[in-house]
């Protein structure tokens, strides 16, 4: 008699990464040679947020979580937990800093603040298998709007729910849809936005990839609302297991009579079609995505005339990022007044974070709107690893800006963030430490910006290149007082001035800091040093005399020659050839040089 | 007669390129939006899009070859130049490059003597840096073919390198 009902092992991409195939594969083969096929199912799901400790996977009925399953450890797991009903205390988490277990996935604490309703069904089900997103109320919200409720009800429902766009820019749901509905043509589309691309944010692809079927609800959903036949989803094809899973889900729906002609022995139709992008940032700004979906070079242009009005080949368009639509089918099952139960009185419900950078669990969680950035880190985060401290936290990616150490208890909400001169963004959050540089960060988003610019205007096309280079001086030693100032000019200027949201938020990450970390800046300018160390030719690599044991290794490493020393005799580094590369320090026995 | 042989079989091979881009050319013909869609089938079935190519698509879907050209430049998944066997992509993302991303780059183009958007000289790898893959969770990460490879240092960088050898 097996102790376990279900085993669900988790095959998001960092999961898959850390071979979570291999070791399903080794589950499945033990299982069949114990003959407890007939009592075990083994189901793959989708992204449990627990990246951290991938590959991850749960045994039902106790809901016991097991954190970095080797092939070597299935064994054990058959032997001691599925047939003898105990648990593998090895495998279970252990909390780095009380050294505890937690059996239960429910209790520990990275789940327990947790309140999943964009994620509902992320590692609870087999994306791959439309029965089982049935199972759990799949596809019934759209029974139910197609035979009770008539569009503008639905649209009404939506703007109750008080949602707002989870893809940035936080414009509320409910009114786009009404707009969208209220624009006359005889053809219209929903777009699905699936062109995630903001560097440290993959909560759009969790949900393609755990939950794909949920998107595809609630776009015909938005379809009936609106007044459209046909959908697409906007996916970067980078995303290769996610494309994957939505063509399944399609094709399933579409067999199951969910999606085509007469859903619900109802007059509406709709059907869903995939578009691939090509790795472009700016992509993800909405007439831009138009514009690629048209086949075309993917440029923005001026609003208005909005989406809502003329989008795709000049037909009123609606566009909802991948998590709004998670949100929707939620919505119309459990009433507007639910879904605002959670959240502040701006900003309702919950939002997905990408939780990454030095923080102990990384990962993806759903929490709800208004909870403070320290209880994100400590609670659910588990802290920075390696006891360092905290020094500021990156919202909203490059159109975002970096939260300092002091504003940590700031409630995380779209007013809130813009307030303090970030933002909301998609949902990456990167956690940084005392070893990150706040120049270099917000060169890094420049970097990008820069680079992922599509040139149309000139604010976004050269104004970013130029502030660029003033970043680029004062990282090397070549910055000027001054420059802290015209940066400043430049930025708000770009603000203003810019077509698109994607230049209009690339100095954020600029002025942000230069908000909260002038002085980091002023070091670099003024003393010529990086507090943090990053800055490589701010850097000065020296030798401890007092560590030295004067064995004569790190001349020998160095590719440029420029520790001098003779044998038995302290050495040291000529910092006019020394080019930083660290291999001296990488390679010292005694721990005697830093930088 | 070797030589024959391999003349033989590149033009076959050439040939049936040819005829699987035909054939992509034909289902999306008149569909609006087609170009993005058929260069993605292209770049899959010759490995980039030299100019032969896009003339080709060009010519087939009726579209102006300047189009074709500025939609193939403009988008950063399409390559005009030939990736190596290996395309090994390192993440540039924020969480991989707060955790050393840019040490893996350096380690890997010492390793094999390139740098990035270079192929090395025998053909075998290219060397890329990619935006954001969502792997944050296992940052840094880079991919070799689309597989990815997670929490990684520049030291096992030489043991990854090796996996791909053959």
Redesign the interface.
């Known amino acids: 008699m097996a102790r376990c009902s279900h085993i669900l092992i988790c095959r998001g991409?960092?999961c898959?990464?850390?071979e979570s195939l291999e070791v399903q594969k080794e589950l499945e083969n033990q299982i069949k040679d114990k003959g407890l096929t007939e009592d075990i199912k083994v189901v793959h799901t989708g992204c449990f947020g627990f990246?951290?400790r991938?590959p991850v996977m749960v045994l039902l009925p106790d809901a016991t979580l097991y954190c970095e399953v080797r092939v070597e450890d299935i064994g054990e797991i058959i032997e001691r937990h599925v047939t003898g009903g105990e648990v593998v205390e090895r495998l279970l988490f252990r909390d780095p800093k009380t050294d505890k277990t937690t059996p239960r996935i429910d209790d520990i604490d990275f789940f327990r603040k947790q309140v999943r309703i964009a994620l509902r069904n992320c590692g609870h089900i087999n994306p791959d298998n439309i029965n089982e997103y049935i199972a759990r109320d799949g596809y019934k919200a759209l029974g139910k709007v197609l035979t009770e409720y008539a569009p503008a009800e639905v649209v009404n429902i939506i703007k109750k729910s008080g949602l707002r766009g989870r893809g940035g820019g936080g414009f509320p749901t409910g009114l786009k849809w009404e707009l969208t509905r209220k624009s006359v043509d005889d053809a219209k589309y929903v777009i699905c936005n699936a062109d995630?691309?903001?560097?440290?944010?993959?909560m759009d692809?969790?949900i393609l990839e755990g939950d794909p079927h949920s998107v595809l609800e609630a776009m015909a959903i938005a379809g009936y609302a609106i007044g459209a036949s046909q959908g697409f989803i906007y996916i970067r094809?980078?995303?290769?297991i996610a494309v994957d899973r939505l063509s399944t889900a399609i094709k399933q729906a579409r067999e199951m009579g969910l999606l085509g002609k007469n859903l619900f022995e109802t007059d509406f139709a709709f059907d869903i079609d995939l578009?691939?992008?090509?790795?472009?940032?700016v992509c993800g700004e909405e007439t831009a995505l138009i514009t690629?979906?048209?086949?075309?070079?993917?440029e923005p242009r001026p609003r208005p005339p909005f989406p809502a009005q003329k989008g795709l080949?000049g037909r009123p368009t609606l566009i909802n990022n991948v998590e709004t639509l998670a949100n929707i089918a939620a919505i119309i099952l459990n009433g507007p007044e639910w879904f605002t139960g959670f959240g502040t009185e701006k900003s309702k419900g919950t939002k997905v974070f990408?939780l990454?950078?030095?923080i102990e669990n990384?990962?993806?969680i759903e929490v709800p709107m208004g909870i403070s950035l320290k209880e994100i880190i400590y609670d659910i985060g588990g802290g920075i690893p390696e006891e360092r401290e905290f020094k500021a936290a990156?919202t909203g990616?490059p159109s975002g800006g970096c939260i300092p150490a002091s504003l940590i208890d700031t409630p995380i909400e779209y007013d809130t963030l813009l307030e303090i001169g970030s933002m909301m963004g998609s949902g990456?959050l990167?956690i940084?430490d005392d070893r990150?540089c706040m120049v270099d960060?917000a060169k890094?988003?420049l970097e990008f910006t820069c680079d992922e610019s599509?040139g149309k205007c000139t604010p976004c096309r050269v104004g970013t290149k130029r502030m660029l280079e003033i970043l680029e001086r004062i990282t090397e030693g070549r910055g000027r007082e001054e420059d802290i100032d015209l940066l400043k000019e430049l930025g708000h200027g770009i603000k203003e001035t810019s077509l698109c949201g994607l230049g209009q938020s690339a100095p954020n990450p600029v002025l942000s800091t230069l908000r909260y970390f002038e002085d980091e800046y002023m070091a670099h300018i003024r003393d010529k040093v990086c507090p943090a160390g990053v800055c490589k030719k701010l850097s000065k690599i020296r030798i401890i005399p007092e560590e030295c044991k004067k064995c004569g290794l790190c001349a020998k490493v160095c590719p440029v020659g420029a520790i001098k020393g003779k044998a038995h005799e302290v050495h040291e580094i000529d910092p006019e050839k020394c080019i930083k590369c660290e291999e001296c320090i990488k390679k010292c026995h005694f721990n005697a040089i830093k930088k | 007669m070797t030589k024959d042989r391999t003349t033989y079989s590149t033009k076959e091979a050439h040939d049936d390129k040819l005829a699987k881009l035909n054939g992509v050319i034909d289902e999306y013909k008149g569909k609006p939006g087609a170009l993005i869609p058929v260069l993605h089938e292209a770049q899959k079935i010759y490995g980039y899009l030299p100019e032969e190519v896009q003339y080709h698509v060009a010519q087939g879907l009726g579209v102006p070859l300047a189009d074709v050209y500025g939609v193939v430049t403009f988008y950063a998944l399409f390559t005009m130049t030939p990736r190596g066997e290996h395309n090994i992509a390192v993440c540039m993302g924020t969480a991989c490059y707060v955790k050393g991303a840019g040490e893996l780059v350096n380690k890997i183009g010492s390793e094999l003597g390139i740098k990035i958007g270079e192929v090395s000289e025998d053909r075998k790898y290219s060397l890329e840096a990619t935006r954001c893959i969502g792997a944050c969770g296992m940052a840094p990460v880079l991919t070799v073919n689309e597989e990815v490879h997670g929490r990684l240092n520049a030291d096992q960088v030489g043991e990854i390198l090796e996996r791909y050898k053959v």
Request: glycine share 20%; net charge negative; with cysteine.
């Open positions: 991409t960092a898959v990464s850390s990246c951290a991938g995630e691309g903001d560097p440290g944010a993959f692809r969790s094809a980078e995303y290769a578009r691939l992008g090509a790795g472009a940032f690629s979906i048209e086949g075309n070079r993917g080949w990408a990454a950078g030095k990384t990962g993806l990156q990616g990456g990167i940084m990150d960060i890094f988003y599509c």
